[in-house]
């Protein structure tokens, strides 16, 4: 008992435990070496992108690009030796392997002599990218059917007096190509440099919205090494509608209408809308539609038809009247929403065609409402639920968009603190004062990080509940609040206007005012203030925002606070392009640090591909590190530091006799 007296009963039933795993002194050990090696390796690589709005061409070539990380270490490895046409070939290789390399094969005469020479430089770029991890790690992250190959060729290194180890190499390159394997190994070996470039990827927000691939960017987030994602407003929508919310499966088709991309829904998750169009036909034919004509982007104007554009105009009318009457019958149900002033399909006067908002008249532009009863505006007719009821169906049973909700769920969440950053894509939510706004929405007085770890498993609560429950109910209806409600941390402003940009001329009630967060965040106290809330203190912490795009064209930078904060979106999706000047933001943070690279418009994948394109990038270091950051320094590391604490607590508890090693015999 003496011997065992240093340690708490609990520490030495956990020691116990853990003795299991590392039975002897020198098991112990030895995983306490390994531990501490990798604490001192350099930090991993993270890339940071948001508001990418279904902009999938874009952004399938930021991610194979790592935001230009891949390119530099090309120019890093083969600059001085290799002209600057051949670097960008092995580029575009390396982003589009497959498509690119039927091209060369197609130009090239020797494309055995092509294949040595560029299994070469691969190697090299291997060897190159994979310097930071561990041999353990490098070897997981191969294609298993090839990963004995390239860990042989990646570790035999030889000079040029040493003629076995190098006719050792040459002949694992010409056995490859020998046996016509040429095409899939370099597709691996390709793969495998993007893999091995970037160490974790973060997406702040917003993969869905006007965008036509949505559903293409998750799939690829589906299949990518290592990911994690802060909810924005547009995907929090498309969580509402997969989860069975008829006024959020309401609202992604009016916005999917009203911006012409109905790709998405039909061909991506093929989910049909002919019961809308048949519906909008019957109720809305002889209906005034000039208020929801579509936008149609130029290089998809000569796609859709005169008939096409007066269907979709009436199936936008449609389905716009059912998501205010729903909307109302929200707000009706939780008074805790505190969004009685947007009630306002109760406000019409349907004889003089004047709405009253906040006690001031003004004249509508549209009252053709055929299917709203003046006297009872908000309820459906029968032929409207069993519309919207048909619909939210096929939302619940569309097997791909269940799979990629449920992954937004599994890696998603409101926020996320990650290796000394604060990652979210809206806001705190703050008074002008600057103190927190709290909220009584199922909750009590909540703010802050509490409010947000409340909003993030209420969240929840809309998906995994049991159907037909009022939890999951509830649930529902908070996915639309945090979508539109007052001052929602993903939201961020006092109203969304949607009705009155619809029916009203005066612009003055199109107003959707921004939380005061978006002006106090230029103050580096608050920054700080709030990275101190959650934990973050110190000289390299910041706050990563996505949601309102930087208007870089007029000269807004994307750093605020004094460098404590930084906005990463700034336009990936076209429409906003004309706003902000560039084509999106990025962010890398490496082992010596922070680099925010600016984009401009993508010239589309074929274009690429073709002519050896890159897109047009600035990058920009914000802040070095005071000294090379090791995984030591990083949330993995802490982790591992406390596995090493406990390891020496059982080398001890060996030691004194309190537990005593199991050899096998």
Known sequence: MKRSAEFRPEKLEYLKLLAKQYPTVQSACTEIINLRAIQNLPKGTEHFLSDVHGEYEAFQHILNSASGVVREKIDDLLGTTVPKSDRDQLATLIYYPEEKLEEIERETEDMREWYRITFHRLIDLCCLVSAKYTRSKVRKAMPPEYAYIIDELIHTHYEKNEADKRDYYENIINTIIDLDRASNFLIQLCELIKRLAVDHLHLVG?????GPGADVIMDSLMEYHSVDIQWGNHDILWMGAASGSRTLVATVLVNSLRYNNLEVIETGYGISLRPLSVFAEEFYRKCDISRFEVKVSKEDEDKITDRDRLLCAR????????LFKLEGQKIRRNPSFGMDDRLLLDKVNYADKTITIDGQVYPMLDTDFPTVDPADPYSLTPEEDTLINTLTRSFRHSEKLQRHVRFLYSKGSLYRVYNGNLLFHGCIPMHEDGSLIPFSIGCKGLSGQAFLDYADATARRAYYNKPGSPER?????????????RNSPIFGRDRMTTFERRFIADESTWVETKNAYYRLYNDSAVCERILAAFGLEGPHCHIINGHVPVKSKKGESPVKGGGRLVVIDGGFCKAYQKTTGIAGYTL???????????????????????????????SQIFERLDSRATIEDTDNGRRMQGQVDSLLDLVRAYRTGAIVESHKT
Do not use: E
């Open 315 to 322: 199936m936008h009318k449609a389905i716009t009247m059912i």
């Open 588 to 618: 890398i943070y490496n082992s010596g640090c922070f680099r925010l690279v600016a984009h401009q418009p993508f010239v589309g994948r074929a274009a690429a591909i073709r002519k050896n394109w890159d897109i047009a990038s600035t």
């Open 473 to 485: 109910q509830f649930g529902m209806d908070f996915l639309w609040w945090l979508w539109c409600g």
């Open 206 to 210: 917003d993969i869905f919205d006007r």
